[in-house]
């Protein structure tokens, strides 16, 4: 009944409506959503969910709320449901917007999604700051994945050198070389 719902518990909202109507758990709709999606990407209408009752009470219950399509729902409302615990807290405050919420889940690093979360809300950064921000961060992220791999290829070289035949250790020894010029090539 409220009209001043932030964009959680709109999507709780929506997800209780559709199980009453369709008079099934919560749980039971939203693996319901997501075959009924995985159905229209994949254009199935045989032996579907886009065939069934289920799906069409679905379908009329969100052109009652006239809102949005299930579709849309499903692809933009649903997700916020996995949102890391401090940004679900932050947008159920208000204290962010969901466009910016969704950007800011896309850091692996709790505590990069933390720092940038607090500095979002404090400095009231637009949609575009705050994706700008992430992409830094993830292209900071990029030389620490590759020296993991570096190394972890290092461990596997040490373990399995004695097992390599010529032929193995002669290609890998010329890929060596490569990456060598690679790296030489930069400085």
């Known amino acids: ?3 001043d719902l932030n964009p959680i518990e709109e999507t709780e909202a929506i997800l209780r409506l559709l199980a009453i109507n369709l008079n099934d758990s919560v749980e039971k709709v939203r693996s319901l959503l997501r075959r ?3 159905d229209a990407k994949k254009k199935v209408t045989t032996h579907s969910a886009m065939g069934t009752s289920e799906a069409e009470i679905v379908k009329s219950t969100f052109d009652s709320l006239g809102r949005m399509s299930w579709d849309s729902f499903v692809s933009n409302q649903l997700p916020l449901l996995k949102l890391p615990p401090e940004i679900l807290k ?3 405050e208000g204290d962010i917007d969901y466009t910016k919420a969704k950007e800011i889940a896309k850091l692996k690093s709790e505590e990069e999604r ?3 979360l607090e500095k979002a809300i404090a400095q009231k950064l637009t949609l575009r700051q705050v994706q700008k921000l ?3 961060s993830k292209v900071s992220e990029l030389p620490d994945q590759l020296e993991t ?3 972890d290829l290092a461990k596997q ?3 399995s050198k004695a097992r390599l035949s010529p032929q193995k250790r002669s290609e890998i020894e010329g890929l060596l070389k490569r990456l060598k010029l690679l790296l030489y090539e930069e400085s």
């Open 134 to 136: 992430v992409r830094e």
């Open 149 to 151: 791999e570096i190394s």
């Open 1 to 3: 009944q409220r009209e």
């Open 36 to 38: 009924m999606k995985n």
């Open 114 to 116: 933390l720092a940038l």
């Open 90 to 92: 932050a947008l159920g």
């Open 157 to 159: 070289f040490r373990r």
